[in-house]
């Protein structure tokens, strides 16, 4: 009896011991692919995010990742405009100033319609707690990205 008791003692020392190790290599594991992940995602150098990665965050869910408007749409909303085009819609110049006013101001809308548009300005102010000189370097950051993407 002696002998089985001490033999039951050794499995669950043994049993604990491996369980111990693989946790540790699980870990381990899960560690080196944070890692890997980390080393794939690039780092701005200005602390503030690219206009890619801003737009990627915020404006392709209803832009769609190709700017051509089409994201998931829900109703009562209208597909968002092609933001490929905006240049050759505007005579072959990209409209800088009228891209920067909407994603500043949000656009005008008809009365008692839904808000198309996010007023960028605001939201980047209140939900990141930014101050306007950040919010500015974000509106011009998408704006630029925008206009780099202008089909010819």
Same mark, same amino acid.
């Given at each position: 009896m002696i002998l089985t008791q001490r033999y039951s003692v050794v499995n669950r020392?043994?049993?604990?011991?491996?369980?111990?190790?693989?946790? $540790?290599?699980?870990?381990? /594991? @899960?560690?080196? $692919?944070?890692?890997?992940? $980390? /080393?794939?995602t690039p780092i701005n150098s200005s602390g503030s995010p690219s206009g890619a990665e801003l737009y990627n965050k915020h404006c392709a869910v209803c832009h769609g990742i190709d700017m051509k408007g089409t994201g998931p749409v829900p109703?009562?909303?209208r597909t968002p405009p092609d933001l490929t085009t905006l240049?050759?819609?505007?005579?072959?110049? @990209?409209? /800088?100033?009228?891209?920067?006013?909407v994603l500043q101001n949000g656009?005008?809308?008809p009365a008692h319609g839904p808000a198309q548009m996010p007023v960028w300005g605001t939201e980047f102010e209140?939900?990141?707690?930014?101050?306007r000189i950040q919010v500015t370097k974000r509106i011009t950051a998408l704006t630029n990205y925008i206009k780099s993407v202008q089909q010819k």
């Open positions: 020392v043994i049993y604990i011991v491996v369980l111990s190790c693989l946790s $540790a290599g699980l870990c381990g /594991a @899960f560690y080196r $692919a944070q890692e890997k992940q $980390a /080393a794939k109703d009562p909303y240049a050759r819609r505007h005579r072959g110049k @990209f409209p /800088a100033d009228y891209v920067s006013k656009v005008l809308l209140a939900s990141d707690r930014l101050d």
